[in-house]
């Protein structure tokens, strides 16, 4: 019984659960969900004494204060069952030992983890809707919230830092779902955790160490500043906004790169595929912004950056 990231079909997902579609026309699917288990997952190895108090650096203090989720859908397969899950369990068990202060609980006052081993949420689920339903175009995007395990955007300390949720789908297919509070890790952190999670479900081995940073605090520790919310409070509760979901294939984007170079104005030697498309969709925002202002106006674009992997760069 094995997981393979390689075989993954991704999907953007909403900002937040009590945003609104207006103006846009999708077709709201008839899924029920019905969620058959709810536990706490704790390292198979207790965490030793000397590790049990993790200090979150600057970086993760300047993280608004929310989770970060991720859906992961996988095309029908037979060994999807029971037994499978319970194969998930017992290899995410081991990748927790490792992984040691996902499990923990935070403490907002005295900006650490406690790494108690307490454990993370592990939901199963079932639903009647199918991959192919889920990835038509006009569906309503904000269906994908359903197989998100934690929406919550406050991290109190009795609150999981890691949640994660198995969906078994009605085609014989699989949706993971995978939500880390930003206050402890980003994107690359849940794709690490992902990455050791999926090595030890495919066979009994031991996972290598060293896949997330544990040690940032050491190079740039926390400073006591404020929680920086980033708008995000105002954000969900306002209907003006629209969720929209966009794809964009290898072709598409090899073709977007080969204009550019047409263009001569820049190289493209180092342009990666998020400059790419984030350029493409901010011109449309500026072109929509001018055709309502009828003139330029200053705009601001904000792309994030995974500091955790360069952190071996800055210090040798």
């Keep these: 019984m094995t997981i393979s990231l390689s075989s993954y079909i991704h999907t953007p997902i909403p900002l937040a659960s009590s945003m609104k579609l207006h103006r846009v026309k999708a077709i709201t699917a008839a899924m029920n969900i019905e969620i058959h288990s709810r536990k706490l997952i704790k ?20 993280a608004p204060n929310m989770n970060l989720p991720l859906v992961l859908f996988f095309p029908p397969n037979s060994k999807y069952n029971l037994m499978f899950v319970k194969k998930l369990e017992e290899s995410l068990e081991k990748a927790l030992t490792f992984l040691y202060p996902l499990a923990g609980r935070y403490m907002e006052h005295l900006r650490t983890v406690d790494c108690n081993d ?16 889920i990835l038509d175009p006009k569906i309503d995007p904000m269906l994908i919230n359903n197989f998100v ?9 009795t609150d999981a830092i890691l949640a994660t949720q198995i969906t078994m789908l009605k085609c014989g297919g699989l949706a993971l779902g995978v939500s880390i509070s930003h206050r402890i890790g980003d994107a690359s952190t849940v ?17 290598e160490t060293g896949g997330i940073d544990f040690t940032l605090f050491s190079l740039s520790p926390a400073q006591g500043l ?7 409070s105002n954000l969900v509760n306002d209907d003006d906004y629209v969720t929209k979901k966009l794809s964009f ?6 073709n977007m790169k080969e204009n550019v170079k047409l263009t001569g104005k820049r190289s493209t030697h180092r342009l990666s595929k998020v400059q790419l498309v984030s350029a493409l969709i901010w011109k449309a925002f500026l072109g929509i912004d ?20 360069k952190k071996e760069k800055w210090y040798p």
């Design 43 to 62: 390292p198979l190895v207790s965490t030793p004494l000397n590790r049990r108090c993790y200090k979150i650096s600057i970086i993760d203090e300047f």
């Design 118 to 133: 307490q454990g993370i949420d592990f939901i199963q689920a079932q639903a009647d809707i199918t991959v192919q339903e």
């Design 149 to 157: 395990p934690s929406k919550s955007r406050v991290l109190n300390h």
């Design 191 to 207: 794709i690490n955790f992902l990455n050791q999670w999926a090595t030890l479900s495919q066979r009994d081995t031991n996972v």
């Design 226 to 232: 404020p929680c920086v919310e980033a708008g995000f």
């Design 249 to 254: 294939n290898e072709s598409a984007i090899s």
């Design 290 to 309: 001018h055709a309502i202002y009828g003139q330029p106006r200053d705009s601001v674009l904000v792309q994030p950056v995974a500091l955790r992997q």
